[in-house]
């Protein structure tokens, strides 16, 4: 059930992200990765983080992506030329492929057999919004407050950059 | 579940934080014609938060269940980021004023980027390390755009967010795959698995390390990683050069040493060779670009590549004087830098965008004091005895000898011979070239008290480099 | 078959690789952005599958705070990219060019 779930996902991400990148018109690139993401946070349940998918598709399928699709049509872009370089284009391709193999050369190295599924079982409730809540508000404490300084900075950056006249 | 924080560790950043608000508010209740309160602010809390880094001095311990350390090692660095940002702030409303940006947030954004340096040289985790460095590099992304009427600014901001953005994909990964392997980011757990493994580069490690280390590398500005700095550099209002081309370089350093500097690890020939090469790479590059520029921003943009190989040197050779040296280069480093930069923009006459070497024709007889303040500044950065760059220099090759790194310190005094011709030159431009319709410089005490204290520190400790040499030396010895 | 790890990084490799070409290969700033959003998403992914595989929080909390950080980069860059707009009545990061080393 689970290798079906996985395959039918993986085939989902992959063809979405692919269309990201492809894709002329930054519109439809948007929405792929809105697709992109969405299939993620899926697999997250699979993975047992139910919390961290339920926050992917708040905030990033949600008000990153709503961002993104903000700025494009207030901005009125179209497609534009990219046309150029193709050398540079190939050169690109040719870097993210090799890149592509390095890793899986790699992880194939790696000494975990293929079918012997996860290290450990999961303790009971990992992954809940209860569990998670009480982890980041205890042991991580001290990241979260730093969190709040990083999203303060981007606040008033973002005001800053954007707003006409001060 | 307990867990002591140990709220003394992070006292200094606490004393930042409150203070981000504190500015906050202060420019907001005083309206918006009136900056200088949160002028003043902003220096009020820097000073305090270095009285706090000063009296907690190594003595802090570890906070956070081990997630942060206020040890003598941070403590050294955060007073270094303090001390550069608290000169860069204090000169910078005459520049402000002149380009019409000036505007609160633009202290707050320095303090925020301070905030984020201090958790990376404190971090005891790489979660901390991470959110640091992307504190400050969010801040610094806005801070670079800050003149945003201007084209060149906006350039400077976009390619150092979209490079950077692109790097901290890389560096993420690389947490993760190190995440993978030890099944914790604290850094005593990967210490220990390190230490304890037969083959510490094995499993997803090796990859992770690697791709960690690019991400410090872009940070840092080490070649083949440095392409953005010379224009991120150039397009950024002086005064956040000053403090970019300084302060995150020697975060990043601190970053580099708390994750990899470890005596007793040896990580084995591919890592050593990786580093002797990015660093023989870096100097060389740097070196014979910045002898083409005419550019004074771009010049010292290069120069500061080149002093980023320098500083691999140290941490190629990973020895406990490498790693001294590195503080005690960094340190000073700091200061010939702001110096210079501020000397830049007070003598540059045809504004932003156009700082030309040639602006220093003349300088000698136009202002004397100026002159000699710049060539200070210069000589040091070549590395002349007895100024603190020459002895910052001198601790890190000769770390370089001991670790058995000859031809790499053969490399790097061979480039040091080809920088006093352009670090000279402007020296040369300063006192023998004759130029037509110089103006005299405009009337800017903050500016003239910041390069006589950068001056007065280059020369002091080039003089008894000694002191500062121990302190380095202790908080080394704290990092184990 | 049974899913492991190897299959989640395989695929974390490969979604990860798609953007790094995409920032390499496009010219227009907001795809180049989507594209680095991709491998962000993607070592999330990597995350979250070790988080499992070590049955340890660390993983999710870490992927929670890289959330925290994409969203932020976001709301700045897409800042500047408005500013950008402003000045050049473009986004085609080719005719961002006044610096050239």
Same mark, same amino acid.
């Given at each position: ?15 979405? $992200?692919?269309?990201?990148? =492809? ?5 439809? $690139? ?38 993104? %699709?903000?700025?494009?049509? =207030? ?12 050398? %540079? ?8 492929? =090799? ?16 079918? $012997?599924?996860? %290290? ?31 999203? %303060? ?14 | ?68 350390? #206020? ?20 000169? /910078? ?50 801070? @670079? #755009? ?20 692109? &790097? ?27 230490? #304890? ?31 953005? /700095? ?11 050069? @000053?403090?970019? +081309? ?13 994750? &990899? ?96 070497? +040639? ?91 910041? @390069? ?29 | ?34 594209? !680095? ?16 595989? *070590? ?35 473009? !986004?085609? !990061? ?6 050239? *080393?």
């Amino acid at each position: 059930m689970e290798a079906i779930f996985f395959i039918i996902l993986s085939i989902i991400i992959i063809f979405s $992200s692919m269309m990201v990148i =492809l894709k002329k018109n930054p519109i439809a $690139s948007v929405l792929f990765l809105i697709l992109a993401l969405f299939s993620t946070a899926a697999m997250y349940v699979m993975l047992m983080a139910p919390f961290i998918a339920a926050i992917q598709i708040i905030v990033y399928a949600g008000a990153i992506m709503v961002l993104f %699709l903000f700025v494009i049509m =207030l901005l009125n872009l179209k497609k534009i030329n990219e046309g150029g370089a193709v050398t %540079l284009k190939i050169l690109g391709v040719i870097v993210a492929g =090799l890149m592509m193999v390095v890793t899986a050369v790699v992880l194939r190295s790696v000494a975990i057999p293929a079918d $012997s599924g996860f %290290l450990r079982s999961s303790p009971e409730g990992f992954g809940t919004v209860e569990n998670v809540g009480m982890t980041l508000f205890t042991t991580y404490l001290l990241p979260f407050e730093i969190a709040s300084f990083l999203l %303060l900075a981007a606040i008033i950056g973002a005001v800053v950059l954007a707003k006409k006249k001060l | 579940m307990n867990i002591t924080y140990n709220l003394p560790a992070i006292g200094t950043q606490l004393v930042l934080g409150a203070g981000v608000i504190l500015v906050l508010l202060a420019d907001l209740l005083t309206g918006k014609k009136n900056r200088d309160v949160a002028y003043q602010t902003t220096l009020t809390v820097l000073v305090l938060a270095g009285i706090i880094c000063v009296m907690k001095w190594g003595s802090a311990g570890a906070g956070f269940g081990g997630q942060v350390f #206020g040890d003598g090692f941070a403590s050294f660095f955060n007073l270094a980021f303090l001390a550069i940002a608290f000169l860069v702030v204090f000169n /910078s409303p005459n520049y402000l004023k002149r380009n019409e940006i000036d505007h609160g947030e633009y202290y707050m954004l320095i303090l925020i980027a301070v905030l984020g340096m201090t958790f990376m040289s404190s971090a005891g985790d790489l979660l901390i390390f991470f959110l640091g460095l992307e504190t400050m590099s969010i801040s610094l992304y806005v801070l @670079a #755009g800050f003149h945003k009427s201007r084209a060149r600014s906006n350039e400077s901001s976009l390619k150092y967010l979209l490079l950077g953005a692109f &790097f901290t994909g890389f560096l993420l990964y690389g947490i993760a795959l190190i995440y993978g392997q030890v099944g914790s980011t604290n850094l005593a757990d990967i210490t220990s698995y390190l230490a #304890g493994s037969a083959n510490p580069l094995g499993g997803y490690m090796g990859v992770g390390l690697a791709l960690l280390l690019v991400g410090l590398l872009f940070k840092m500005a080490v070649v083949p990683f440095h392409f953005w /700095s010379p224009d991120v550099y150039d397009g950024a209002p002086t005064p956040v050069t @000053a403090f970019m +081309s300084a302060a995150p370089k020697a975060a990043a350093f601190a970053a580099a040493l708390r994750i &990899f500097y470890d005596p007793a690890i040896s990580l084995g020939l591919p890592w050593d060779k990786t580093l002797w090469i990015a660093a023989a790479l870096t100097i060389t590059l740097g070196n014979f670009a910045a002898l083409a520029q005419s550019s004074i921003k771009r010049m010292l943009a290069y120069s500061s590549i080149t002093h980023a190989g320098y500083l691999m040197i140290g941490l190629a050779a990973g020895n406990e004087l490498g790693a001294s040296g590195m503080l005690y280069y960094l340190f000073t480093y700091g200061f010939m830098n702001v110096g210079a930069f501020t000397i830049a923009w007070l003598v540059n006459r045809r504004g932003e965008g156009n700082y030309l070497l +040639s602006d220093f024709a003349q300088l000698g007889s136009r202002n004397p004091v100026m002159a000699l303040l710049m060539s200070i500044f210069m000589l040091s950065l070549t590395g002349i005895p007895p100024l603190a760059g020459f002895f910052g220099k001198l601790y890190v090759f000769s770390a370089g000898v001991k670790a058995g790194l000859i031809w790499l310190v053969v490399i790097a005094v061979l480039n040091s011979v080809v920088s006093v011709f352009y670090y000279l030159r402007v020296m040369v431009i300063m006192y023998m070239r004759e130029e037509e319709g110089l103006k005299d410089l405009e009337k800017a005490p903050t500016v003239a008290i910041t @390069a006589i204290l950068c001056g007065l520190v280059i020369l002091l400790l080039g003089l008894f480099p000694g002191p500062l040499l121990d302190l380095a030396r202790e908080s080394v010895l704290s990092l184990l | 078959m049974i899913i492991s790890l190897n299959h989640y990084l395989v695929l974390s490799a490969f979604l990860f690789c798609i953007g790094v070409a995409g920032v390499l290969t496009r010219k227009n700033a907001i795809i180049i952005f989507a594209s !680095i959003e991709l491998m962000l998403n993607a070592v999330n992914l990597s995350f979250i599958a070790f988080a499992r595989h *070590w049955g340890d929080a660390g993983g999710q909390i870490f992927v929670f705070f890289s959330l925290v950080v994409a969203a932020a980069e976001v709301a700045v860059g897409l800042a500047i990219i408005v500013v950008l707009f402003r000045h050049k009545e473009t !986004i085609n !990061i080719d005719d961002v060019n006044l610096m050239r *080393w």
